[in-house]
């Protein structure tokens, strides 16, 4: 795998983790309940934190890392962002929550598929492992919080 195919798709890694922020900042926002604020604002700081993990993969190996501003508005995973835009207005908890377990299992989806790829760099694969671990575990979280309510 070149330089450039391993930048590509961690560009849009990046791009997933732009979408993940505004929609977690959004829904901080938005939601009245104050435990699920306190999670989005949670989610949208780990989030910056893999988009940062990854800005400087990409810089490791001489790429060029994405305008942050920037989403993927191409993929399955910015589709699920819309899906959850729309439920914050006016939408209940449950519907919230559910509609972030949708969001958070195309981000699983897609790290899972860049890991397929043969010839990741090692440093570059434990990042991801690990970025996939804690998504896997935000996954978990928020699927938990949707039964408790």
Not at 35 to 55: E, G, P, W
Not at 107 to 126: G, S
Request: aromatic share 6%; with cysteine; charged share 30%.
């Amino acid at each position: 795998m070149s330089n450039e195919d391993i930048n590509d798709v961690l560009s849009d890694l990046v791009l997933i983790n732009n979408d993940r922020i505004q929609g977690y900042e959004r829904a901080a926002h938005d939601i009245e309940d104050p435990q699920l604020a306190d999670l989005f604002r949670n989610l949208t700081s780990l989030s910056r934190r893999f988009r940062s993990d990854l800005a400087d993969v990409i810089v490791r190996s001489h790429g060029t890392v994405p305008d942050t501003s920037e989403t993927s508005s191409g993929s399955n995973w910015h589709r699920a962002w819309i899906d959850i835009k729309a439920f914050f207005t006016g939408k209940d908890r449950n519907a919230i929550l559910d509609s972030c377990v949708f969001g958070e299992d195309a981000a699983i989806a897609e790290y899972e598929e860049v890991l397929k790829q043969e010839h990741l760099p090692a440093y570059i694969r434990d990042t991801l492992t690990h970025h996939l671990s804690e998504l896997r575990q935000t996954r978990e979280q928020v699927a938990r919080m949707r039964e408790i309510s």
